[in-house]
């Protein structure tokens, strides 16, 4: 038992460590993949002494900036609810992890690990149940911050997001009717055909309309743009995190970094094979490689949506989801399953 | 055993607590709060109890819908301050009393020391093949009917709510 | 049972880490609050009324309907997860028109509820 307990506890703690990191990098990825689609040369001058290493420390320096910070709490402000709610908007973003699988299994120290730190059968619900958990840290923002933005900013944020919640369970239900379990992990293996190739986009190509679905409820739901008019600079006033500052606000911004990458990992593990690709089943320590290659793919396609396309306003953001991506699920599902009735 | 053990005592703690201090609380969004930490609480025990697709359920219907709803509506009256509500009508108090004694001392009946079986359920009777073959077989007709009361309840809520002109 | 222990880690490490990311900016930060940096931020002027004012009847009707849509959903993931089982059992398999036709039921049920909210005009304005 007390092995057990040291093998999650290794693998939880080194899944945090490359995720921090990641986040780190992943808002750097976006300044350069924003700069260099409007023609310009992200920050790349922040680097180690002399050295300029293309502006690799760029997040450190932002995060020691950070830090020191002054931190302002309003006054009337509902004191312990402000400083709970962005840990109530990260806690939910860090623990979708721990179900996702990396790759098969790999022997070291002569024991042999899975790679994924556990493994439920009801793995995908737990996703769905930590994404509706997620709303509460930008309602609550938005309302113990006491200033008017913050609160509509919060009520239209958090409406959209559940809106988009309908839509993107829905199209999970049309990946349930072909995967026929709930646990990622046997989800990812079935995916294991034909050189490691049999991914679900390409096993069943009813799945793609899905997949598009599913990836723009997933944008909405991270409040990315272009679904981000609650938070926008020149709509809102930022919106929920008007109010806040040093780090509660890093702490709002890892948690949609967070949560972006949480929609790429679950569209990679639900649509394109996880961990899955050519000789993995030869050399498993290229399913992690994989998987990455293929995260990061997703996360640079919404930075690119991101950058090329303009913003919604609310009431057609409200519109699009409830008249168009719910039906065009509920739609999905119904076909899908008629196909698979009549041709199994 | 007595891992299991302390962790039931563990959440049976939170989710009292919890409920207590929605009573206890004179600001309605933090007796949401607490209500939201006693399902929390209320889903990991469904967990131990080997109901794990329960345990999923009630975390994205009941805490992440319903309870977002309740928020939502606390959030729309807008309630100024935190009035203290004073009791209008003394006379009941005559009344309350008793009767909760009564459902007091009903309680301790109920639950008076019987023979319980200490084993936990099947592996399985909460996994989602055996919740769905269920439902779709044994227990067809309260699935057809809850569809029916969704329906009245998407039609009821609209009604009410637009009553007020628009 | 035994591997849920590891969503009881990881909040705890998570939380741990909020904590820690807090008390780190209550140390490390200044702190010289002044009149202006403590009020609520208009856009630079003073505050014009209060921040606990009724807001629209609207985000209450959205969240009711996404109670009850939710629901439904709820009720598609055990059919959907049993539905590619029970094609290919046998023990079930004489059923599989059945459990289908079921399933369409209550989805052209909501579907119903669906077409009533979007004709009452509830999915429109500031939606």
Same mark, same amino acid.
Request: aromatic letters at 12%.
């Given at each position: 038992?007390?092995?057990?307990?040291?093998?999650?506890?290794?693998?939880?703690?080194?899944?945090?460590?490359?995720?921090?990191?990641?986040?780190?990098?992943?808002?750097?990825?976006?300044?350069?993949?924003?700069?260099?689609?409007?023609?310009?040369?992200?920050?790349?001058?922040?680097?180690?002494?002399?050295?300029?290493?293309?502006?690799?420390?760029?997040?450190?320096?932002?995060?020691?900036?950070?830090?020191?910070?002054?931190?302002?709490?309003?006054?009337?402000?509902?004191?312990?609810?402000?400083?709970?709610?962005?840990?109530?908007?990260?806690?939910?973003?860090? &623990?979708?992890?721990?179900?996702?699988?990396?790759?098969?299994?790999?022997?070291?120290?002569?024991?042999?690990?899975?790679?994924?730190?556990?493994?439920?059968?009801?793995?995908?619900?737990?996703?769905?149940?930590?994404?509706?958990?997620?709303?509460?840290?930008?309602?609550?923002?938005?309302?113990?911050?006491?200033?008017?933005?913050?609160?509509?900013?919060?009520?239209?944020?958090?409406?959209?997001?559940?809106? %988009?919640?309908?839509?993107?369970?829905?199209?999970?239900?049309?990946?349930?009717?072909?995967?026929?379990?709930?646990?990622?992990?046997?989800?990812?293996?079935?995916?294991?055909?034909?050189?490691?190739?049999?991914?679900?986009?390409?096993?069943?190509?009813?799945?793609?309309?899905?997949?598009?679905?599913?990836?723009?409820?997933?944008?909405?739901?991270?409040?990315?743009?272009?679904?981000?008019?609650?938070?926008?600079?020149?709509?809102?006033?930022?919106?929920?995190?008007?109010?806040?500052?040093?780090?509660?606000?890093?702490?709002?911004?890892?948690?949609?970094?967070?949560?972006?990458?949480?929609?790429?990992?679950?569209?990679?593990?639900?649509?394109?094979?996880?961990?899955?690709?050519?000789?993995?089943?030869?050399?498993?320590?290229?399913?992690?490689?994989?998987?990455?290659?293929?995260?990061?793919?997703?996360?640079?396609?919404?930075?690119?949506?991101?950058?090329?396309?303009?913003?919604?306003?609310?009431?057609?953001?409200?519109?699009?989801?409830?008249?168009?991506?719910?039906?065009?699920?509920?739609?999905?599902?119904?076909?899908?399953?008629?196909?698979?009735?009549?041709?199994? | 055993?007595?891992?299991?053990?302390?962790?039931?005592?563990?959440?049976?703690?939170?989710?009292?607590?919890?409920?207590?201090?929605?009573?206890?609380?004179?600001?309605?969004? %933090?007796?949401?709060?607490?209500?939201?930490?006693?399902?929390?609480?209320?889903?990991?025990?469904?967990?131990?109890?080997?109901?794990?697709?329960?345990?999923?359920?009630?975390?994205?219907?009941?805490?992440?819908?319903? &309870?977002?709803?309740?928020?939502?509506?606390?959030?729309?009256?807008?309630?100024?301050?935190?009035?203290?509500?004073?009791?209008?009508?003394?006379?009941?108090?005559?009344?309350?009393?008793?009767?909760?004694?009564?459902?007091?001392?009903?309680?301790?009946?109920?639950?008076?020391?019987?023979?319980?079986?200490?084993?936990?359920?099947?592996?399985?009777?909460?996994?989602?093949?055996?919740?769905?073959?269920?439902?779709?077989?044994?227990?067809?007709?309260?699935?057809?009917?809850?569809?029916?009361?969704?329906?009245?309840?998407?039609?009821?809520?609209?009604?009410?709510?637009?009553?007020?002109?628009? | 049972?035994?591997? %849920?222990?590891?969503?009881?880690?990881?909040?705890?490490?998570?939380?741990?880490?909020?904590?820690?990311?807090?008390?780190?900016?209550?140390?490390?930060?200044?702190?010289?609050?002044?009149?202006?940096?403590?009020?609520?931020?208009?856009?630079?002027?003073?505050?014009?009324?209060?921040?606990?004012?009724?807001?629209?009847?609207?985000?209450?009707?959205?969240? &009711?309907?996404?109670?009850?849509?939710?629901?439904?959903?709820?009720?598609?993931?055990?059919?959907?997860?049993?539905?590619?089982?029970?094609?290919?059992?046998?023990?079930?398999?004489?059923?599989?028109?059945?459990?289908?036709?079921? &399933?369409?039921?209550?989805?052209?049920?909501?579907?119903?509820?669906?077409?009533?909210?979007?004709?009452?005009?509830?999915?429109?304005?500031?939606?």
């Amino acid at each position: 038992m007390t092995n057990l307990l040291l093998e999650w506890l290794i693998k939880t703690i080194i899944i945090l460590l490359i995720l921090l990191t990641a986040v780190a990098y992943v808002t750097l990825m976006e300044r350069k993949v924003m700069a260099w689609i409007q023609l310009r040369v992200g920050p790349n001058r922040v680097g180690l002494g002399k050295f300029r290493l293309w502006g690799l420390m760029q997040p450190l320096a932002d995060a020691l900036k950070m830090i020191f910070k002054e931190d302002i709490v309003p006054i009337q402000a509902n004191y312990w609810l402000y400083i709970a709610a962005p840990a109530l908007s990260l806690i939910p973003a860090l &623990m979708t992890f721990i179900v996702i699988p990396y790759g098969s299994t790999i022997t070291l120290f002569n024991r042999t690990i899975e790679l994924h730190v556990t493994r439920m059968n009801v793995g995908l619900l737990y996703v769905l149940a930590l994404t509706s958990v997620g709303v509460y840290g930008i309602v609550l923002a938005g309302w113990s911050s006491n200033n008017k933005y913050s609160l509509m900013g919060g009520l239209r944020s958090s409406a959209q997001m559940i809106s %988009y919640e309908l839509a993107l369970g829905l199209s999970i239900v049309c990946v349930l009717l072909y995967a026929g379990t709930l646990d990622l992990v046997d989800i990812v293996n079935a995916q294991n055909g034909f050189h490691g190739l049999a991914w679900n986009v390409f096993r069943y190509p009813l799945l793609i309309p899905v997949f598009i679905i599913f990836y723009i409820a997933s944008l909405a739901e991270t409040n990315r743009t272009p679904f981000d008019l609650p938070e926008a600079d020149s709509e809102l006033v930022a919106g929920y995190h008007t109010e806040y500052s040093s780090m509660k606000f890093v702490m709002f911004q890892m948690a949609e970094y967070l949560n972006l990458i949480t929609a790429s990992s679950i569209s990679t593990t639900l649509f394109f094979g996880g961990w899955n690709g050519p000789f993995v089943g030869r050399a498993p320590y290229l399913g992690p490689v994989y998987f990455m290659i293929k995260v990061l793919g997703l996360i640079f396609l919404a930075m690119w949506i991101r950058y090329t396309v303009p913003r919604f306003r609310y009431d057609q953001l409200m519109r699009f989801g409830w008249k168009f991506l719910l039906p065009a699920a509920i739609v999905n599902i119904i076909i899908s399953s008629t196909v698979l009735l009549f041709r199994p | 055993m007595q891992a299991e053990k302390a962790l039931f005592i563990v959440f049976a703690v939170i989710a009292v607590a919890s409920a207590l201090n929605i009573l206890l609380q004179r600001n309605p969004l %933090y007796s949401a709060l607490s209500l939201i930490g006693t399902l929390l609480a209320l889903s990991a025990l469904y967990v131990m109890l080997r109901g794990q697709f329960i345990a999923a359920l009630q975390i994205v219907v009941y805490a992440g819908a319903i &309870m977002v709803l309740f928020v939502f509506v606390i959030m729309l009256l807008n309630q100024p301050k935190d009035q203290p509500q004073i009791e209008k009508q003394k006379g009941l108090r005559y009344l309350a009393i008793p009767l909760a004694g009564l459902m007091i001392a009903e309680m301790f009946y109920v639950l008076r020391p019987i023979h319980l079986s200490t084993l936990p359920a099947d592996q399985s009777v909460g996994t989602t093949w055996s919740i769905g073959t269920a439902l779709f077989t044994d227990y067809l007709l309260p699935f057809e009917v809850t569809s029916v009361l969704i329906l009245m309840a998407v039609v009821g809520a609209m009604v009410l709510a637009r009553r007020e002109g628009d | 049972m035994v591997n %849920y222990i590891p969503v009881l880690l990881i909040l705890i490490i998570a939380i741990g880490m909020a904590l820690v990311i807090i008390i780190l900016s209550r140390i490390a930060a200044r702190n010289r609050p002044t009149r202006e940096k403590l009020m609520p931020y208009e856009c630079g002027v003073e505050p014009v009324g209060t921040a606990r004012e009724r807001q629209s009847v609207k985000f209450y009707l959205v969240a &009711m309907a996404f109670l009850l849509f939710d629901i439904e959903a709820v009720f598609l993931v055990p059919w959907a997860v049993v539905f590619r089982g029970i094609l290919e059992s046998e023990t079930y398999r004489n059923l599989r028109y059945v459990i289908y036709a079921e &399933m369409m039921v209550f989805m052209v049920v909501l579907f119903v509820g669906l077409v009533y909210v979007w004709r009452k005009g509830i999915l429109e304005w500031n939606k």
